[in-house]
């Protein structure tokens, strides 16, 4: 029998078993069941289709982790609209190419940052705003609440397929403009279930909102949460103290993270001794490349919960892989940190590979680099109106995958462990050296508060490493640490040709919207001079 995956399932089985069950704890202080939840989302689709949003249109949200983004996802997706949120960190020009480019219809937009969406309004498609606060914004908005008031919740649910499309993402844009990945409801479905199972999503747990909503759906959490009818914690941003605050306030038992949100709440810790659960034991997701080791440490060690690192992109879903695979490490064995570095096994169902330049597999013996390709039903349908560029996405160096862009090795039980992007790692007279693992031994080092490596052009070598270094100091005139101090830390720790011999002491690096280190930004300066990059790197 066959019954079409649609992401309007999760709230309709949240609101048919739990609907007198706390959904939502919303940083405005009122709590809403799902019955509510499930109300406000209705009255938000009989808005929507009052001002003429139809299936198919595409309905932008800016919002930093509220009650109102839920409401505004799910009361878009009901009327089979097109959920397009928005990263609350870009600036009115990346808000203007993106409402051109989607043709966004109508948007809801929290008042602390609808600014930027007024600034470029006469520039963009977009006709209906909406917002939280209109007193905070010049220009013409209407009031939220108010019009949620003054509808009913009755509205028409068009039919809807499970290959349509029902959410774009927008990617960070760090080498030019955003590309919208486009999302089916079959997409959002089979990644939720995927979430669901190696994430080990209860209807008991209680979810801190750190990760934005907006990252790709923040991991999928706006479906996975609601449909296993867990309550959602929401919040304003990812500070460290208000972090430890929710999770004792609210017996927070699960929430994910950056690891630099996990390094500010180790670096809190250590200052304000804080407690660091509640009722319930805490598990905590990371994605991409893994925390440093000390950090993962002190946060199983010295906090008492359990880390799961995994990765994706943007395009694929986000999830693919993780490194929670317990039969190959028991939780008080002191290895058990090189398995968690590891970005991991493939989720359920993901063909997961890693191949070289002709697209055969590299061998499994943890040493060979080669670029993770994958495919699975969690993956993206396309990027938005651009038909080349999801060919090539797709059809690199080998047919039907996609193409991730990160160079990775994969030992003998096909976990992989990603060793650099294409364009940053380092080839120094032949050889290979990862920047992740330069950058892992750095992060130890008690005068390093944050570091990026790239490679830097030499006469001798092609190409050496260097690293752009923020010193714990916080001043890089005065570091409290020498260039020789870093060269002998990396020397007691690294292969020699490794060393990092080049160090540029920084107040701060450049960052994309989304808080990823802006190599590309380094690197640009530092061969400005030159004809071209070495080895590409």
Known sequence: MHKPLLVTDFLDRARRHYSD???????????????????????????????????????????PNTHYHLEAAYGAMQVGAIHTPLNYRLVPDDFEYILDDAGVTAIYADGEYAGKIEAVRDSVPTETFVTNDPAAIEGDWEDVDDLL?????????????EDEIITINYTSGTTGDPKGVCRTHR???????????????????????????FHVNGWGHIFAITGMGAKHVCTRGAKADAIFEAITAEDVSYFCG???VLKSLVDYHAENDPETTGNNAIRVATAGAAPPEATIRSLENDFGWRLKHVYGATETGPLITTSDAR?????????????????????LGTDVRVVDE???????????????????????????????????????????YYHTGDLATMNEQGMISIQDRKKDIIISGGENISSLELEDTLFEHPSVTDVAVIPSPSEEWGETPKAFVVPASGDPDDPGV??????????????????????????????TATGKIQKYELRQEEWQEEERMIGEG
């Open 21 to 63: 069950v706390g959904a939502i704890a919303a940083t405005t202080g009122e709590r809403y069941t799902y019955q509510e939840f499930g109300e406000r989302a209705d009255r938000f689709s009989a808005l929507l289709q009052e001002r003429g949003v139809e299936k198919g249109d595409r309905v932008a949200v800016l919002d």
């Open 149 to 161: 008031k003054g509808v009913s919740s009755d509205y028409d649910r068009p039919a809807m397929a």
């Open 187 to 213: 997409c959002e479905s089979i990644h939720a279930y995927l979430v669901s199972t190696h994430q080990e999503i209860r209807d008991d747990d209680v979810y801190l909102w750190t990760l934005p909503m």
């Open 258 to 260: 950056a690891p630099t």
């Open 327 to 347: 039969r190959f490490f028991t939780d008080d064995d002191p290895d058990r940190f090189a398995v968690k570095k590891r970005q991991g096994l493939g989720y």
């Open 358 to 400: 002709q697209g055969a597999d590299v061998p499994r013996d943890d040493e060979t680099i080669g670029e993770i390709v994958v495919r699975g039903n969690q993956v993206m349908d396309g990027y938005w109106e651009k038909p080349d560029a999801t060919e090539q996405a797709f059809n690199d160096r080998i047919e039907g």
């Open 482 to 511: 020498s260039v020789a101090d870093i060269e002998d830390f990396c020397r007691e720790r690294l292969a020699g040709y490794k060393i990092v011999r080049r160090v540029e002491f920084v107040a701060d690096l450049p960052t």
